[in-house]
């Protein structure tokens, strides 16, 4: 069974930084695609970035965090990594890793994490 734990939220001042991650069990993090995504009430939940499936590699970032967001995966601990730098009031959201057994990032996710929130506020 595919499970994940996420850590990382938080509440920071605007400008500052925020390293979420998710730590999944039942699979590697490496085999399939895996994303980040974040929802605030009333909005729908968007796309922050993936990571692609280490057989085909590829990062992909929304437009509105391009440059100030990472992705990132460690095989070895078999974690996956989203680091946040210069974070502004409009990141504020629940974040959440995903996964699908597929290696691209196009399509739908079917594995969830609960979980974390980050507030950028002053």
């Known amino acids: 069974q595919i499970q994940f734990v996420e850590s990382g939220g938080g509440l920071v001042q605007p400008g500052g930084s925020l390293r979420l991650a998710c730590a999944p069990s039942?699979?590697?993090?490496?085999?399939?695609?895996m994303g980040w995504f974040r929802q605030t009430p009333g909005k729908e939940r968007e796309g922050v970035a993936c990571?692609?499936?280490?057989?085909?590699?590829?990062?992909y970032y929304a437009e509105t965090v391009k440059g100030r967001f990472t992705i990132s995966r460690h095989n070895a601990k078999n974690i996956l990594y989203l680091q946040m730098n210069n974070l502004k009031p409009e990141d504020s959201a629940v974040y959440y890793c995903?996964?699908?057994?597929?290696?691209?990032?196009?399509?739908?996710?079917?594995?969830w994490g609960q979980g974390t929130q980050v507030t950028a506020s002053s």
């Open positions: 995903a996964t699908k057994p597929s290696y691209d990032c196009d399509g739908d996710y079917d594995y």
């Open positions: 039942g699979f590697t993090v490496d085999r399939y695609a």
């Open positions: 990571i692609a499936s280490s057989s085909i590699g590829g990062t």
